[in-house]
């Protein structure tokens, strides 16, 4: 089995955590707060994951600006933890979002976990991880926090 790479990015959303996880399983609306491009096939705007759920989405990759992932919504734990699983090449690729109740609304922590890549790409991932990856998904977890923050 490959080596792992585990990171969280938090941010605090002055939202309940019931709202937050119901923004968060509607996986249709992960576009709203997705800093690249991003959609979801399979699940409909409104509906929402349950545990054994499957859908599509497709996200930007260096190289692969229309990446498809088949996702599967492994953990449904309302309103404390929702966990996305795709699988790739034999690698599972985890997504965990665990919501607390903090003063004045929540606390969103986003868990990614996947396999650190062999050969070539490997070497150089922690660059790729510390210049793309990291800064995307903190940049994604502001976006979710306008999202649910912002009137209407």
Do not use: C, I
């Amino acid at each position: 089995m490959a080596e792992r790479v585990v990171f969280t990015t938090s941010v605090q959303v002055a939202r309940p955590p019931e709202e937050v996880f119901a923004y968060l399983t509607d996986v249709s609306r992960h576009a709203e707060w997705s800093p690249k491009a991003y959609r979801v096939e399979g699940m409909s705007a409104g509906d929402h994951v349950v545990e054994g759920s499957q859908f599509v989405s497709y996200g930007w990759l260096p190289n692969d600006k229309d990446h498809r992932n088949d996702v599967e919504a492994t953990v449904v734990d309302a309103p404390s933890r929702l966990e996305l699983t795709s699988s790739e090449s034999g690698e599972k690729f985890v997504n965990t979002f665990t919501v607390t109740a903090a003063e004045g609304g929540s606390q969103v922590d986003r868990t990614m976990d996947m396999p650190r890549p062999g050969g070539a790409l490997g070497a150089v991932f922690p660059v790729v991880l510390a210049t793309l990856v990291k800064p995307n998904v903190k940049k994604g977890m502001g976006m979710l926090k306008s999202s649910l923050e912002s009137p209407g």
